[in-house]
């Protein structure tokens, strides 16, 4: 079965530190696109980041960038000079049925609270 | 450009009761997906329209719920006889690619 663990719930953060989140997966699929959302208190999920399995460097947006480890599962998120503005609930996912497109899985979520 | 939107934003409505909730895609967007969440389950899908193809409805929890694409354009979710475990909110997406562009959701409230 297709499944997204984010094992942290909640975390905190100085504003202009680094914080990292983490995220495993379980896919059978070879191919595959994986994603980061953020979701503010109101409600609206904005993409953060995706990341191609195929493709072996990390992807980068910003202040975002993710640490991708394809033998493991593993699709961690760095958030570096955090700002009061990445306060969120953020989540990982990817397509069930693999590729780029289809019904996405999500984990959880973890909060993210930046602290002034 | 106009997002994704979402009407209502809010809808309380007595159990028993069937609600209609309304997503307005991006213009040109051929995917369009629904989600539920809740404390509880987190994000599930229930539902995804591409193109003319028929609906993926793999995700819909009861025969209780439905959902049309009218003319690939704006869609329609229905919950009929809603109960108090459908009290959720209610997010819609569309995507003309990979990434996926979440409207506000709509609360549910069933009471």
């Given at each position: 079965?297709?499944?997204?663990?984010?094992s942290?719930?909640?975390?905190?953060?100085?504003?202009?530190?680094t914080?990292?989140?983490?995220?495993?997966?379980?896919?059978?699929?070879?191919?595959?696109?994986?994603?980061?959302y953020?979701?503010?208190?109101?409600?609206?999920?904005?993409?953060?980041?995706?990341?191609?399995?195929?493709?072996?460097?990390?992807?980068?947006?910003?202040?975002?960038?993710?640490?991708?480890?394809?033998?493991?599962?593993?699709?961690?998120l760095?958030?570096?000079?955090?700002?009061?503005?990445?306060?969120?609930?953020?989540?990982?996912?990817?397509?069930?049925?693999?590729?780029?497109?289809?019904?996405?899985?999500?984990?959880?979520?973890t909060?993210?609270?930046?602290?002034? | 450009?106009?997002?994704?939107?979402?009407?209502?934003?809010?809808?309380?409505?007595?159990?028993?009761?069937?609600?209609?909730?309304?997503?307005?895609?991006?213009?040109?967007?051929?995917?369009l997906?629904?989600?539920?969440?809740?404390?509880?389950?987190?994000?599930?899908?229930?539902?995804?329209?591409q193109g003319?193809?028929?609906?993926?409805?793999?995700?819909?929890?009861?025969?209780?719920?439905?959902?049309?694409?009218?003319?690939?354009?704006?869609?329609?979710?229905?919950?009929?006889r809603?109960?108090?475990?459908?009290?959720?909110?209610y997010?819609?997406?569309?995507?003309?690619g990979?990434?996926?562009?979440?409207?506000?959701?709509?609360?549910?409230?069933?009471?």
């Amino acid at each position: 079965a297709q499944t997204v663990t984010q094992s942290q719930p909640e975390m905190s953060v100085q504003e202009a530190e680094t914080v990292t989140l983490s995220c495993t997966y379980d896919t059978s699929e070879s191919n595959y696109y994986l994603f980061w959302y953020k979701q503010p208190p109101s409600r609206q999920m904005i993409l953060v980041i995706r990341q191609e399995a195929y493709k072996q460097q990390n992807a980068t947006e910003n202040r975002f960038s993710v640490n991708f480890q394809k033998a493991a599962k593993s699709f961690s998120l760095k958030i570096s000079d955090s700002q009061l503005g990445d306060t969120a609930m953020y989540f990982c996912a990817f397509p069930v049925s693999g590729g780029s497109q289809g019904n996405l899985i999500f984990g959880k979520g973890t909060k993210l609270s930046v602290k002034p | 450009g106009a997002g994704v939107s979402q009407s209502p934003s809010n809808k309380v409505t007595e159990k028993g009761k069937d609600v209609e909730l309304r997503c307005d895609p991006i213009s040109g967007h051929t995917a369009l997906y629904w989600y539920r969440q809740s404390l509880g389950q987190g994000l599930e899908f229930l539902i995804y329209f591409q193109g003319n193809s028929a609906p993926d409805k793999s995700g819909l929890p009861s025969d209780r719920f439905s959902a049309e694409r009218t003319g690939g354009s704006v869609s329609t979710l229905t919950i009929q006889r809603t109960q108090q475990e459908d009290s959720a909110v209610y997010l819609c997406a569309s995507a003309g690619g990979y990434e996926q562009y979440f409207g506000p959701g709509t609360r549910l409230t069933v009471t």
